[in-house]
T-cell receptor, first 109, second 113 residues
Framework: AQRVTQPEKLLSVFKGAPVELKCNYS??????LFWYVQYSRQRLQLLLR??SRESIKGFTADLNKGETSFHLKKPFAQEEDSAMYYC???????????FGSGTQLTVLP | GAGVSQSPSNKVTEKGKDVELRCDPI?????LYWYRQRLGQGLEFLIY????????KSGLPSDRFSAERTGESVSTLTIQRTQQEDSAVYLC???????????FGSGTRLTVV
């Protein structure tokens, strides 16, 4: 069965510092991975997906199949990046997302 | 509508009562999902509807949980004889078939007292 692990529940960094949110997955097939973000009092929204190899709001994430990881990185954190971040794996005929437990990122001034 | 709408946004109910949660997906989105998010935990898949096909109910935690959807319209999630462990945020998401981009609603926060 598929599984997504986000080992850090809470992460605090100072503004301008680099940030990395960790995500590891377990899946027997070819993974399709995503990062979702939920800002305070807003709904969950897609941040980026590995298949697009895109950079959104300065964030990037590289799929490392050898380490089964999909860590989210940003070189210079901003206060507006403070939010809950979820890593998710798409699988199955239902195309359902399996979510990690989330990491609450706080960027301090 | 422009987005996925869920109602009510908040629901407090007494243990043992039944509750019904509603999701109105984006028009034209054939796929609809229900997830549950308990405090401090990730999202748990509950049920999936795709068009007129039989739903995937593999994530429903017990027979107290059921959901319906007629065609590509509104879906309702019903929890019978609610228990305190049912307290959570219930999220609905829809997507266009074949496109893996989910659009989430803002959720219903259910509190069972």
């Amino acid at each position: 069965a598929q599984r997504v692990t986000q080992p850090e529940k809470l992460l605090s960094v100072f503004k301008g510092a680099p940030v990395e949110l960790k995500c590891n997955y377990s899946y027997s097939g070819s993974p399709e991975l995503f990062w979702y973000v939920q800002y305070s009092r807003q709904r969950l929204q897609l941040l980026l997906r590995h298949i697009s190899r895109e950079s959104i709001k300065g964030f990037t994430a590289d799929l490392n199949k050898g380490e089964t990881s999909f860590h989210l990185k940003k070189p210079f954190a901003q206060e507006e990046d403070s939010a809950m971040y979820y890593c998710a794996l798409l699988s199955g005929s239902a195309r359902q997302l399996t979510f990690g437990s989330g990491t609450q990122l706080t960027v301090l001034p | 509508g422009a987005g996925v709408s869920q109602s009510p946004s908040n629901k407090v109910t007494e243990k043992g009562k039944d509750v019904e949660l509603r999701c109105d997906p984006i028009s034209g989105h054939t796929a609809l999902y229900w997830y549950r998010q308990r405090l401090g935990q990730g999202l748990e898949f509950l049920i999936y509807f795709q068009g007129n096909s039989a739903p995937d109910k593999s994530g429903l935690p017990s027979d107290r949980f059921s959901a319906e959807r007629t065609g590509e319209s509104v879906s309702t999630l019903t929890i019978q004889r609610t228990q305190q462990e049912d307290s959570a945020v219930y999220l609905c998401a829809s997507r266009v078939g074949g496109n893996y981009g989910y659009t989430f609603g803002s959720g219903t926060r259910l509190t069972v007292v």
